[in-house]
């Protein structure tokens, strides 16, 4: 049987519907936290000139494979085992001709502790292409203030199965990415109180 995430097929639409935009001149796409591979089978049929390579922790890459091999094609190939904190990681350089022109996450940084999110920018620096594009999705404070009572409540239940977890303020977020060389190009509100965050790295 295939992981199956009931989150990810509910908002797998939306979120193809935010991204399509701004996908639609990028070939190599690195997602982050695959988790059951659903957004990559998803996204990469409805856009089929991307190659979607997904990753995700070493106990989690056996699922996604299975999903690839009974629903993906060769613009999905097989998943990395990738750990924010552990780099290197075994990609392309961003100055190489084979870097990722963009890269993905949903519903990860929140899981995370914050030095775990510092890393995972601090990964996207070393391999995402001048010019290319991070998009994060999930839900986000603003000024340290919750969207709602709801997203409030979901922090709580995050920080009692793990202090370290938690909902993330996007001006810490950006300071991030910025010191990547990553500027915001959009803030998007989605469906469920999420957000889905576009950075763009300044081309060479």
């Known amino acids: 049987m295939l992981p199956h995430a009931p989150a990810a097929e509910r908002n797998k639409d939306a979120i193809l ?58 613009r999905t190939p097989a998943p990395l085992a990738l750990d924010v904190a552990a780099p290197p990681w075994p990609l392309p350089p961003a100055d190489s001709p084979e870097a990722f022109d963009a890269a993905f996450t949903a519903n990860t940084l929140h ?33 340290g203030a919750f969207t709602t009572a709801s997203n409030a409540a979901f922090d709580a239940q995050l920080k009692s199965w793990n202090p370290e977890s938690g909902i993330r303020d996007f001006e810490a977020l950006d300071d991030l990415a910025r010191a990547q060389g990553l500027r915001l190009i959009e803030d998007i509100a989605m469906p469920a109180n999420n957000q889905l965050v576009l950075w763009q790295r300044k081309a060479s």
Do not use: N
Request: hydrophobic fraction near 45%.
């Open 111 to 143: 899981i995370m502790s914050f030095v775990s999110v510092g890393h995972f920018f601090a990964r996207v620096g070393d391999h995402l292409a001048p010019g290319g594009l991070l998009g994060v999705y999930g839900p986000m404070k603003y000024g």
């Open 17 to 74: 519907a935010a991204l399509t935009p701004h996908l639609t001149a990028r070939r190599r796409v690195l997602e982050i936290g695959s988790g059951t591979g659903q957004h990559a089978v998803h996204i990469a049929t409805a856009l089929p000139h991307l190659i979607w390579q997904c990753s995700d922790l070493a106990d989690a890459v056996p699922g996604i494979a299975a999903r690839l091999e009974a629903e993906g094609s060769q």
